[in-house]
């Protein structure tokens, strides 16, 4: 006998019966919006209790891990244990307009301390500062991540006023 597959409907029955606003996607969509190893992603997803397993498949929602994150992580900076060589530098370099893109459009709202350095064209010891400042750190796993809508409000409160 052949199953006919639920598809769709039966996710939105499922977030239907949750009852609050939601941010559903699957692990490796996840674990590349956090810019997290996909296993680091499926941990963090599951201590924040924001996984749904629905038939042969799983996801997490990113608001549910957002709040994790606000209430549970430390706000720790990681200070970084070697400087890039010059490869890795010109390698980051092209990956600048992409990253700029991804803040921009919304889809990638944390970024690692490098990224972060280049995307706000600073050095990274200035980045780390700054991000430390604004509160804007987390840590999750090893890794630190940098919110950028955080910091971005930080860098906003400091708006110079022109005297024409």
């Not at 597959?5 to 977030?15: A, L, M, T």
């Not at 709202?109 to 780390?128: C, K, M, N």
Request: overall charge positive; proline content about 2%.
């Amino acid at each position: 006998m052949v199953r006919k597959s639920r598809g769709p409907d039966h996710i939105r029955e499922h977030v239907e019966k949750r009852g609050y606003r939601h941010n559903y996607v699957l692990y490796g969509a996840g674990a590349y919006y956090y810019d997290l190893p996909y296993w680091t992603f499926v941990h963090l997803a599951k201590n924040a209790g924001a996984t749904v397993d629905l038939h042969r498949m799983a996801v997490a929602d990113t608001l549910a891990i957002d709040r994790y994150l606000d209430e549970n992580c430390l706000l720790e900076p990681e200070i970084p244990s070697r400087k890039e060589s010059v490869r890795e530098m010109k390698k980051r370099n092209k990956d600048v307009e992409k990253i700029k893109r991804l803040v921009a459009e919304g889809s990638k709202r944390w970024v690692r301390y490098d990224e972060g350095a280049i995307l706000y064209s600073v050095g990274i010891h200035t980045f780390q500062k700054l991000a430390r400042d604004a509160k804007a750190c987390y840590k999750v796993g090893g890794v630190t991540l940098i919110d950028t809508q955080k910091l971005d409000r930080f860098i906003e409160a400091f708006e110079m006023e022109d005297d024409d």
